[in-house]
T-cell receptor, first 113, second 116 residues
């Protein structure tokens, strides 16, 4: 158990819908990262937040957005869902930015039908 | 942009034997970190080992060791005395050492089967 929690574990929804994935980082961790793991694209970095502010952005679609709240939990919002958005979404956290190890949560499996 | 390549989609090894997983990467940066992550059927991403590019000595963690060849941009993982619990997907990964960007870049992975 990495100490990072993600909810829900599984999510099944239809095309065109909007979902919110939630992540609680390890106690004391200020940085949160979101990754997408799909069969065709592999594991890809989406976005990073550090202490409530966006720090780095990867291949995140405009239909996706994220935020980190004052209590440091983070949410990833996915809208206008398409079949290709079906994937495993990981959240990771680290103490700060920089070298510190990123600890991964168990992931949320999103299935878009 | 940095890239990570794992040329072996799948590998098999007999229990108790040694296996080496290959990884090459491309970067123009001089300072960076390399990782091997394990993803068992539970899907949890587990850090196996990491290497700082400025260190010449190869990292080791119990039965896991790496062969880091900076000039060749190669970073292979050796698993000694393979155990059934080592069966998993293994990802090679790269991270810049510069604070402007903390993202980890992953390879496509190598699925390792352990034969009893």
């Amino acid at each position: 158990d990495s100490g990072v929690t993600q909810t829900p574990k599984h999510l099944i929804t239809a095309t065109g819908q909007r979902v919110t994935l939630r992540c609680s980082p390890r106690s004391g961790d200020l940085s949160v990262y979101w990754y997408q793991q799909s069969l065709d694209q592999g594991l890809q970095f989406l976005i990073q937040y550090y202490n409530g502010e966006e720090r780095a952005k990867g291949n995140i679609l405009e239909r996706f957005s994220a935020q980190q709240f004052p209590d440091l939990h983070s949410e990833l919002n996915l809208s206008s869902l398409e079949l290709g958005d079906s994937a495993l979404y990981f959240c990771a956290s680290s103490v700060a930015s920089g070298l510190n190890e990123q600890f991964f949560g168990p992931g949320t499996r999103l299935t878009v039908l | 942009a940095q890239t990570v390549t794992q040329s072996q989609p799948e590998m098999s090894v007999q229990e108790a034997e040694t296996v080496t997983l290959s990884c090459t990467y491309d970067t123009s940066e001089s300072d960076y970190y390399l990782f091997w992550y394990k993803q068992p059927p539970s899907r949890q991403m587990i850090l196996v080992i990491r290497q700082e590019a400025y260190k010449q000595q190869n990292a080791t963690e119990n039965r896991f060791s790496v062969n880091f060849q900076k000039a060749a941009k190669s970073f292979s993982l050796k698993i000694s005395d393979s155990q059934l619990g080592d069966a998993a997907m293994y990802f090679c990964a790269y991270r810049s050492a510069y604070n402007r960007d903390d993202k980890i870049i992953f390879g496509k992975g190598t699925r390792l089967h352990i034969l009893p």
